[in-house]
């Protein structure tokens, strides 16, 4: 059956330290979407990505953050300068149809 | 935008009981699915049901629009089980993104 992958699965790094955490979703999905989720709390969205844009985000993404489709297949977030409250986990989603299907989450962790 | 609410946030079983969590949420839904976050943090779809009924295997769940609830039910519980369910929803916000909004979860302990 087919799945969203993320990589890494872990990441530590050091505060101002930009992140890029990779995503590769279902193959024939066209939506695409990131959830983080802090620990002990519930997960929250941060944005979706619809035909090569970004369809909508929450107050949660602000400027340090952005997605980019790179080639057919990668889908990325990318934090700019990281922040102590940027550790969480981060999970990519995709989309066909009704169902949103995740991947397994990559744990950032910034010190 | 749409609120999801889960109760119990916490429930201790012995295993071989039963149980059912429940999911309220605030507006018409386009999207309901229920998740177990396992141990690991994965965040495995359990089901897809923005109304009636499904069961898979000891799982089923039901939702009625209508009232705005979703029921999960868990039979025979087994340890394996352990973990927090989340209830997710969708509401049509005209974007067209479907983002899910999440409740707290129902952390769930099954102990032998």
């Known amino acids: 059956e087919p799945e969203v992958t993320q990589t890494p699965s872990h990441q530590v790094t050091q505060m101002g330290q930009e992140v890029i955490l990779r995503c590769v979703p279902i193959?024939?999905?066209?939506?695409f979407y990131w959830y983080r989720q802090i620990l002990g709390q519930k997960v929250e969205f941060l944005v979706s990505f619809y035909n090569n844009e970004i369809s909508e985000k929450s107050e949660i993404f602000d400027d340090q953050f952005s997605v980019e489709r790179p080639d057919g297949s990668n889908f990325t977030l990318k934090i700019r300068s990281t922040k102590l409250e940027d550790s969480a986990m981060y999970f990519c989603?995709?989309?066909?149809?009704?169902?949103?299907?995740f991947g397994p989450g990559t744990r950032l962790t910034v010190l | 935008g749409i609120q999801v609410e889960q109760s119990p946030p916490d429930l201790i079983l012995q295993e071989g009981a039963n149980s059912t969590l429940r999911c309220n949420f605030s507006?018409?839904?386009?999207?309901l699915q229920w998740f177990h976050q396992n141990p690991w943090g994965q965040l495995i779809n359990l089901f897809y049901i923005p109304s009636g009924t499904k069961q898979n295997g000891r799982l089923s769940a039901t939702t009625v629009a209508t009232e705005r609830y979703s029921l999960l039910y868990i039979s025979s519980s087994q340890t394996t089980d352990s973990g927090v369910y989340f209830c997710?929803?969708?509401?049509?916000?005209?974007?067209?993104?479907?983002?899910?909004?999440f409740g707290k979860g129902t952390k769930l302990s099954v102990i032998p």
């Open positions: 989603a995709s989309r066909e149809g009704g169902t949103q299907y």
């Open positions: 193959s024939n999905h066209l939506y």
């Open positions: 507006d018409s839904v386009n999207n």
């Open positions: 997710a929803a969708n509401a049509y916000s005209g974007a067209g993104s479907y983002q899910l909004t």
